[in-house]
């Protein structure tokens, strides 16, 4: 986040699956929480 600021970026964007709770609770630990209304799509080639 801080090399982000530096680079005068608007916002970090990450994905976790809802079944890694470790990784989910690492991102709450740094005070963010996930946001609603995103929809992430995935197709096979």
Do not use: H, I
Not at 14 to 43: C, H, I, M
Request: aromatic content about 14%; charged content about 30%; glycine content about 4%.
């Amino acid at each position: 986040m801080e090399e982000a600021a530096a680079n005068r970026c608007s916002w970090v964007e990450w994905t976790a699956d809802d079944d890694n709770p470790a990784a989910l609770r690492f991102y709450e630990s740094l005070g963010v929480q996930p946001r609603e209304g995103k929809v992430f799509y995935r197709t096979s080639v």
